[in-house]
């Protein structure tokens, strides 16, 4: 009898060991992390803590962990010349778990526990919100590094992606002039792609160009058949993609089997970048476009040097996309304000930052601009090459301003956030 | 006309994908009564194995035989995940035999650490695996109408799989064995069947189909640490659509779904298309608990 119960037991204790061997795993990286920081600073006075919060684990780790590895670098970088005020900055890293409660729930232990001075991170625009009120009720800064759907501006965030003007609206005017009318919407079901699309169908209403055909995905989509079949019955001259993820590889591999190619329909997507191409595989996406404020190949010198540094750090098979070179310069930014304003307190810190702060980033000189916290940005189309990298088609030449509210468009007045 | 052609071929189609990720499963949840909730994670290793086969034959083997990388992947995917099957049956499952939710709970834990086991190996972003040339572009039927060689040959390599399963299980002595541990495990125990060994074996077999699966399915989507998790749901639905311990159960409840996922997709939208499968599988389960096809045995009572 005493033999069945222990092997009754036996799997639950098998179990809890090899959960406990993974935990203690992941406790002794965490321990040698900050061991590394305590080596570069003796007390923890001497140093401006900052906190990184990004999904280091979950489904949207395969994005964000590479925004880490910038932000990280930049941190890095600014230390070795020398620090910020005659101190170091310490990175405190927390891993948000792809799931926006632990963001909101993170960002508040950074603000209230750690105190940090200001949090880079975030990617998804669900922890963008859920993190929102925490920063707006404990002060804070957040330093957010992707392209989202616009239509924000809270005073606790500065925002170094793009907003859809200096994304998705320049290049729906692009593909009307050199591609084509007629547009098929394609995207994963979420606040994203639904409010871009709604921003491109009153630009498209606008600017001539017809709308075919509008589809939606689950998140995780795999089976992409159907609707490439509603695709070739709407023949349409562009399909404007915001779908996200894994999604993604399904739809251009299943594109590429049914016999349509770049030269038939061009596909615009503007959430995959050199890193997702890796996985989307280039020959797949050969051809097709993407728009970005960045990209590997952008020719800069900053870019030559920022692209060279990631590598030796991390990995020559490593690439460098957007929302890693926003990641990057963000902490500059940051940096020049506290400069500026000769403190880390938030109010200075966001007075300073508001008073024309201007950095050299890889993709050319960005600064913010003072009535809503975003950054000015050049816009650049790019076609993916056999070998992942883009080759720019088209640039604004310079950077243009941010309009999160879509204020310079008449067309898009009555727009408004959510769905 | 192409267009309604091209769809009944699409129906078929992703029924023969489902119907892949379901036989391993139709046989460990079906036959065995084992909530196997690691069966997706078998599958993403099954693709991880396409992924190093195919690195393998880039870099160490000729240009010409670089083709031939995924007819080796197929029975190398097989072997590993049926060997980690075998593992997994000796070392946790079969103690848990006759405790469904324990099972479930203990399997649930085992795919999570697949899962950190695949990322830490291979990185948390997607890989890409090269498909074979052979395989790329599509049969012109018509003008308008082209099938694309993947989906050909995904539907194939059902068709054999199935037949394999069929003549194995119906036609061959251990097959007999399997059946009658499954149907009455004392009474064939009492007739000199090891039915430890039978166990292990049949849960082997389950795992091995999964790894086939997860090798195919790089034809199409992505693989990533995560890819198990977004066909394991479907997995379950169809068996239990088809009513569990039947592989004619399985077929039907794969073609049932696909066909009805891609016609309600294609009349309405992606999001109200696969809500409205679930609410018919729901619905259809209430009138008939058992599923399409059900089979009277004392070791489901």
């Known amino acids: 009898m005493k033999r069945k119960f222990f092997y009754q037991l036996l799997p639950i204790m098998v179990l809890l060991l090899t959960l406990g061997l993974l935990v203690t795993g992941c406790g002794a990286s965490k321990t040698k992390e900050n061991k590394e920081g305590e080596k570069s600073t003796r007390s923890s006075e001497d140093t401006i803590k900052v906190g990184i919060l990004h999904s280091l684990s979950g489904t949207m780790a395969i994005s964000e962990v590479s925004v880490k590895d910038a932000t990280l670098m930049a941190i890095e970088e600014i230390n070795a010349s020398g620090g910020l005020l005659g101190k170091k900055i310490e990175p405190i890293i927390e891993d948000g778990a792809s799931d926006w409660p632990t963001f909101a729930e993170k960002a508040k232990k950074l603000l209230q526990q750690d105190k940090v001075a200001a949090i880079f991170g975030c990617w998804t625009s669900a922890s963008r919100k859920a993190v929102l009120p925490v920063v707006e009720e404990y002060n804070g800064l957040l330093w957010y590094p992707v392209q989202y759907e616009g239509l924000e501006a809270s005073k606790n965030i500065f925002y170094t992606g793009a907003e859809p003007t200096q994304q998705i609206v320049p290049a729906v005017s692009w593909l009307i002039k050199n591609r084509g009318k007629d547009f098929f919407l394609l995207g994963s079901d979420y606040v994203f792609p639904r409010t871009a699309n709604k921003i491109i169908k009153a630009q498209l209403k606008a600017e001539g160009g017809n709308l075919v055909g509008e589809e939606y995905t689950p998140l995780g989509h795999t089976d992409y058949s159907t609707i490439i079949n509603k695709i070739k019955t709407a023949r349409p001259k562009v399909i404007f993609n915001t779908l996200n993820g894994d999604s993604n590889v399904a739809f251009f591999k299943q594109l590429r089997d049914a016999g349509i190619t770049s030269k038939d329909i061009t596909v615009m997507s503007v959430s995959a970048a050199e890193e997702e191409i890796r996985g989307i595989g280039a020959q797949n996406m050969a051809g097709h476009l993407a728009v970005w404020n960045y990209f590997q190949s952008t020719d800069t010198p900053e870019n030559k040097a920022f692209v060279e540094k990631y590598k030796a750090k991390y990995g020559q098979d490593r690439v460098t996309d957007d929302p890693i070179e926003a990641g990057y310069f963000g902490v500059y930014l940051w940096a020049e304000a506290v400069k500026k304003a000769g403190s880390t307190d938030v109010d200075k810190v966001r007075e300073a930052a508001k008073s024309g702060i201007e950095f050299k980033a890889p993709e050319g000189l960005v600064k913010i601009e003072p009535e809503n916290q975003h950054t000015w940005k050049t816009v650049r189309i790019g076609e993916v090459q056999a070998d992942g990298q883009f080759k720019e088609l088209w640039s604004t030449g310079r950077p243009i301003k941010p309009d999160p509210f879509l204020k310079g468009y008449d067309w898009a007045k009555g727009l408004s956030a959510g769905q | ?301």
């Open chain 2, 1 to 301: 006309m192409d267009t309604l052609l091209l769809q009944i071929f699409n129906g078929i189609s992703v029924s023969s994908i489902l119907l892949l990720i379901a036989l391993g499963l139709s046989i460990t949840f079906g036959l065995m009564n084992v909530i196997n909730m690691a069966h997706g994670e078998l599958i993403m290793i099954g693709a991880y194995v396409a992924y190093v086969t195919q690195l393998v034959f880039s870099r160490y083997l000729p240009k010409e035989l670089f083709g031939l990388y995924f007819i080796v992947a197929i029975p190398l995917a097989f072997a590993v995940t049926g060997l980690l099957g075998l593992l997994l049956e000796n070392v946790l499952i079969r103690f848990l035999y006759g405790r469904p939710l324990d099972s479930l709970l203990a399997t649930w834990g085992v795919s999570m650490i697949l899962q950190q086991l695949a990322r830490n190996i291979f990185g948390a972003p997607n890989v890409d695996v090269v498909s074979p040339q052979w395989l790329n572009g599509g049969l012109q039927v018509t003008a308008g109408l082209q099938l694309p060689y993947k989906r050909l040959f995904i539907i194939g390599l059902v068709l054999i799989c199935v037949a394999g399963i069929y003549l194995f299980f119906y036609r061959s002595g251990y097959g007999r064995k399997i059946r009658a541990v499954m149907q009455n495990r004392n009474m064939a125990s009492c007739l000199g069947v090891p039915t430890r060994k039978v166990d292990s074996y049949t849960f082997a077999l389950g795992s091995g189909l999964a790894g086939i699966a997860g090798c195919t399915l790089t034809l199409l989507g992505s693989i990533g640490p995560t890819l198990g998790t977004y066909y394991i749901v479907d997995a379950f639905m169809v068996v239990v659509l088809g009513g569990v311990g039947k592989i004619i159960g399985t077929v039907a409840g794969a073609l049932a779904i696909g066909i009805l996922n891609t016609a309600l997709e294609y009349s309405t939208t992606a999001s109200i298309g696969k809500v409205l499968v679930f609410a018919i599988v729901i619905a259809f389960l209430q009138l008939r608990p058992a599923g399409l096809f059900s089979i009277r045995t004392r070791a489901l009572d």
